[in-house]
């Protein structure tokens, strides 16, 4: 059995294929694959409360105790018809503690244990409020005009100049004009630049009124 150069050749290809595939196969094999992490990110929030905001007032002197007299239901009973064989003495305390804003009133009724109790506060409102309100006069805003204008000259001797003319003014502060003399002949044109700006009379000047709301 005879082979021929081509079949030679396409069997040599075809085993040299096979052995490429060979081993890129096992190249695949024993690479180690290295497995993909995620980060995951954790955010744990909380409630931090502030801490607490302690008053610590000076200490006074317990007021001495007035001695009163109740009845079976614990009020107190007026000194006109205080009865000694139906209503019993007890001591009640009174005091009061301010500031800026308000006062705390409180009554304490005790005979041996606390029987009664009252706690009571007063606001202080002010008694008058002003209120001041700046009032600004607005100062208009320079603009641009157009002026209709005319002269009149003479010399010693005779009357001999009569012009009329335009002139425009504008806001950025340049004047243009244009005159004509009408016994002469002439024309003429002029033009002006502002040197000193005065302020409006009473453009700085505020108003202040007060509002006064009493309280009774």
């Given at each position: 059995?005879?082979?021929?150069?081509?079949?030679?050749?396409?069997?040599?290809?075809?085993?040299?294929?096979?052995?490429?595939?060979?081993?890129?196969?096992?190249?695949?094999?024993?690479?180690?694959?290295?497995?993909?992490?995620?980060?995951?990110?954790?955010?744990?929030?909380?409630?931090?409360?502030?801490?607490?905001?302690?008053?610590?007032?000076?200490?006074?002197?317990?007021?001495?105790?007035?001695?009163?007299?109740?009845?079976?239901?614990?009020?107190?009973?007026?000194?006109?018809?205080?009865?000694?064989?139906?209503?019993?003495?007890?001591?009640?305390?009174?005091d009061s503690l301010e500031d800026e804003n308000l006062t705390l009133y409180?009554?304490?009724?005790?005979?041996?244990?606390?029987?009664?109790?009252?706690?009571?506060?007063?606001?202080?409102?002010?008694?008058?409020?002003?209120?001041?309100?700046?009032?600004?006069?607005?100062?208009?805003?320079?603009?641009?005009?157009?002026?209709?204008?005319?002269?009149?000259?003479?010399?010693?001797?005779?009357?001999?100049?009569?012009?009329?003319?335009?002139?425009?003014?504008?806001?950025?502060?340049?004047?243009?004009?244009?005159?004509?003399?009408?016994?002469?002949?002439?024309?003429?044109?002029?033009?002006?630049?502002?040197?000193?700006?005065?302020?409006?009379?009473?453009?700085?000047?505020?108003?202040?009124?007060?509002?006064?709301?009493?309280?009774?």
């Amino acid at each position: 059995m005879r082979f021929n150069k081509d079949n030679v050749q396409f069997i040599a290809l075809l085993l040299l294929i096979g052995y490429s595939l060979f081993l890129q196969e096992c190249r695949q094999g024993t690479k180690n694959e290295q497995p993909i992490y995620r980060v995951d990110t954790l955010v744990k929030m909380d409630t931090i409360l502030p801490p607490p905001v302690i008053v610590k007032l000076p200490q006074q002197q317990i007021p001495a105790p007035t001695i009163i007299y109740i009845d079976s239901t614990k009020n107190i009973v007026h000194k006109a018809l205080i009865d000694t064989s139906k209503h019993r003495p007890a001591h009640i305390y009174q005091d009061s503690l301010e500031d800026e804003n308000l006062t705390l009133y409180y009554s304490s009724i005790v005979n041996g244990e606390l029987l009664k109790n009252s706690l009571d506060y007063r606001l202080k409102i002010p008694k008058q409020i002003t209120k001041t309100v700046e009032i600004t006069k607005p100062v208009p805003l320079p603009v641009s005009s157009l002026l209709l204008t005319g002269s009149v000259g003479a010399s010693i001797n005779q009357f001999n100049s009569v012009c009329l003319g335009l002139q425009f003014v504008s806001a950025k502060g340049w004047a243009l004009g244009y005159d004509y003399d009408l016994l002469q002949n002439i024309h003429s044109v002029n033009l002006g630049i502002k040197l000193v700006q005065f302020p409006p009379k009473g453009a700085k000047k505020k108003k202040r009124r007060n509002f006064v709301r009493n309280f009774f």
